[in-house]
């Protein structure tokens, strides 16, 4: 099984884009793809403080349903108390052990998962920089930056030493994988197909 993270600096900043790229990039990788939120948008959680819900739509209305849009096997939305890990981690078992290739979307899971390969979205023009992201930030693999490039990088203590040696692959749009980015994969995973 390989686990690929997905996680991004703040949100709004083009992740369920990037995960989904990815998805339509590697078609013939029987992907589920999971988006994991610690936001519950007026639903209650049950007992273990985990809502799980299986997208079955492919129209794209939602990032979850956008992964199936992309060409994923299944999708799941999963809301979770990130402070109570130990409780709803086990219920994410299942899925995580499903497939073959996994795709992450989230910065809290890498605190419970060893992800194979972490990506770290960035957008030029977002100020928010998570305390969660900036923690996790020199943990990455590599990073995708979106928008009109800056050097250095617009963020206090997202540069220098902490990003020393990290590939960075940069678009003007979400929507397009940045150049070199799907050849970065390919060489990581020759599974992906």
Known sequence: MTILVVGGHARK?????????IIAAFPGADWTAVKISSHFHGKEP???CCLIREETSRAGESDSSRF???????A?????????????????????KSSPFLIL?????LNHVRADLHLMVLRYGVAEFKESARALLGRADALVAIGKATSPFP???AAGPVLSGIP???SPDPQTLPAGLVAFLASRFPGLR
Do not use: H
Request: hydrophobic residues 45%; charged residues 30%.
């Open 46 to 48: 049950d007992g273990d």
């Open 76 to 96: 799941f939305w999963v809301r979770v108390d990130k402070e109570r890990a130990g409780s709803w981690l086990p219920r994410l078992e299942p899925i995580l």
């Open 155 to 157: 963020w206090d203590g």
């Open 105 to 109: 979307e989230g910065n809290d899971i």
């Open 168 to 170: 960075v692959f940069t």
């Open 13 to 21: 900043v083009g992740k369920t884009a990037v995960a989904a790229g």
């Open 68 to 74: 199936l849009a992309a060409g994923a096997r299944r």
